[in-house]
């Protein structure tokens, strides 16, 4: 398809284990987001990659979370040791960033809704 | 200090009325746009419309327009006729010039009353 796709949908873990989540971005979007939207609660900004650049890691909350990006397309975020409060839909989203163009918008993923027992 | 503000929690209007989702921002960048994202029950975010802060004229996309007061810094959301189906969380968000992220509000949920 032409859009954001993330995988699992659905993830349930036991608390303290690693998980590991897929985002497949738009093809030709340079830009990838991750955030985490809390039940009934806004999104949270986790982590940015652009291009060949040095992501921007400022909103990831710990040092168990940890992003990377392969080839510039693909991404994938890690949570080692999980706990209770890690539950949450991540979201991904992919984007153009061309200032001759002006802002482009993201696209988001449906989302992975990580449930830690 | 909060860089989107969205002071509504929850909206109600009746069918085919028109609504407006309220949207402060925040930033002493120029240059900056602003959007507006549909979150419905199933989960996935849906762009609606988008605003450039040197753009001249408000944006509209079919039903949707966006009231833009710069000089009030704010950007709210007009659906007119409402449908059904606009039954959602509604977030605003702001990127600017000089940075990546997207600064998102914490949304309002509207319901649309038959």
């Known amino acids: 398809g032409a859009g954001v796709s993330q995988s699992p949908s659905n993830k349930v873990t036991e608390k303290g284990k690693d998980v590991e989540l897929r985002c497949d971005p738009i093809?030709?979007?340079?830009?990838l987001y991750w955030y985490r939207q809390s039940l009934g609660q806004g999104l949270e900004f986790l982590i940015y990659?652009?291009?060949?650049?040095?992501?921007?890691k400022s909103g990831l909350p710990s040092d168990r979370f940890s992003a990377e990006r392969t080839g510039g397309s693909v991404s994938t975020l890690t949570i080692q040791r999980t706990q209770q409060e890690d539950s949450a839909v991540y979201l991904c989203?992919?984007?153009?960033?061309?200032?001759?163009?002006?802002?482009?918008?993201?696209?988001f993923g449906d989302g992975t809704r990580l449930s830690i027992l | 200090a909060q860089k989107i503000t969205q002071t509504q929690p929850g909206m109600f209007v009746q069918e085919k009325e028109a609504v407006t989702l309220d949207c402060t921002y925040d930033?002493?960048?120029?240059?900056?746009?602003l959007f507006w994202y549909k979150q419905p029950s199933s989960g996935e975010m849906i762009f609606l419309i988008y605003?450039?802060?040197?753009?001249?004229q408000n944006a509209t996309e079919g039903r949707y327009s966006l009231n833009f007061q710069k000089a009030r810094k704010s950007a709210n959301l007009v659906i007119s006729a409402s449908q059904l189906g606009d039954s959602a969380m509604y977030f605003c968000?702001?990127?600017?010039?000089?940075?990546?992220?997207?600064?998102f509000g914490t949304g309002t949920s509207l319901t649309v009353i038959p």
């Open positions: 605003q450039g802060s040197y753009d001249q």
């Open positions: 968000a702001m990127r600017e010039n000089t940075g990546n992220q997207f600064y």
């Open positions: 093809s030709g979007h340079t830009a």
């Open positions: 990659f652009q291009g060949n650049s040095a992501p921007d």
């Open positions: 989203a992919s984007s153009f960033i061309d200032r001759d163009r002006g802002y482009q918008p993201q696209h």
């Open positions: 930033t002493s960048d120029p240059s900056y746009g």
